[in-house]
């Protein structure tokens, strides 16, 4: 059975790595290329975009794909929306492992934006030092606010930055309470905007950001296609196993 696992998440790695070890079911990982060292990944790789539903499709009809997997961050709509397209216009089976959103607790202090474009408005006038947990792509929209100190981290240095005030740290996560209260702390941080991934690997700053009492912009999650989902990777290979059991008996 051949898989085609869409990734770049740590559901999709805890996937990749759970899958490497199962004959019979030949998966290849493929990421995006957002990162220049990705993780290391014990299945075989490919990077990049497709070239859209239609060259996702082709793609997995090329290499004769069973399965399709998308394993991809919930705020990733685009390829999500291809995925569901190419799956649902040759027939192919699709899952999607999705983590279902935080949801607010007793002292959090968060406001939900529709748009990074807003958060940077609710910033205000007077300077701040906001800790942006964001992706490098999404910096832009604070380039109207430059007269804020930013915090940035990412897995790469995000290169040239649209706004002057900027200390940038590179680093991979998980990223635990403890270490996210000593950033916020040491850094001064009076307010955090983020999205509402979801799972335990980033919610370490959420936490952090609710005992130090600080306000959090939360970008709302995107809408995402209809797609049979499970929201953790020992469900998916659950799924998987029952799929490839029915494909064996089919002789397929
Ligand atoms: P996106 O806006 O949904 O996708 C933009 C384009 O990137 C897609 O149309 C596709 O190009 C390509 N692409 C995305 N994921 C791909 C994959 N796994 N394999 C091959 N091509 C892929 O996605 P994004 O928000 O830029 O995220 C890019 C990747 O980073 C995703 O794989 C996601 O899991 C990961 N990620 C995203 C976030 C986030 O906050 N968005 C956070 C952590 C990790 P073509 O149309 O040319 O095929």
């Not at 019979?24 to 220049?36: E, F, M, P, V």
């Not at 499709?57 to 004769?64: D, I, K, V």
């Not at 394993?71 to 390829?79: C, E, G, K, M």
């Not at 606010?145 to 240095?157: G, T």
Request: with cysteine; charged share 20%; aromatic share 6%.
């Amino acid at each position: 059975m051949k898989v085609l696992l869409l990734g770049g998440t740590t559901e999709a790695a805890a996937l990749a790595r759970a899958l490497a070890g199962v004959p019979d079911i030949d998966t290849t990982l493929s990421l995006a290329g957002r990162t220049k060292n990705p993780a290391s990944s014990p299945l075989p790789t490919r990077v990049g975009g497709f070239g859209g539903a239609a060259g996702l499709q082709a793609y997995l009809a090329e290499n004769a794909i069973d399965l399709l997997i998308d394993a991809t961050h919930p705020y990733a709509a685009q390829i999500a929306q291809n995925a569901a397209e190419a799956a649902a216009e040759i027939g192919l089976p699709m899952l999607a492992v999705r983590r279902p959103p935080w949801e607010p607790k007793k002292g959090d202090r968060w406001q939900i934006v529709s748009e990074f474009g807003e958060a940077a408005d609710l910033l205000g006038a007077a300077p701040r030092r906001v800790f942006l947990a964001l992706g490098r792509l999404e910096l832009d929209a604070f380039a109207k606010a430059p007269q804020h100190d930013y915090l940035i981290r990412s897995v790469d240095h995000p290169g040239p930055l649209p706004m002057p005030n900027v200390t940038v740290i590179t680093a991979r996560g998980p990223f635990d309470f403890a270490s996210e209260e000593a950033l916020l702390r040491k850094h001064g941080i009076e307010v955090l905007v983020c999205k509402n991934s979801g799972g335990n690997a980033t919610y370490g700053k959420i936490e952090a950001a609710r005992k130090l009492g600080l306000p959090v912009l939360m970008l709302v999650r995107p809408s995402l296609p209809w797609a049979e989902t499970v929201e953790t990777p020992e469900a998916a290979m659950a799924w998987l196993r029952t799929r490839h059991e029915a494909l064996a008996r089919r002789g397929v």
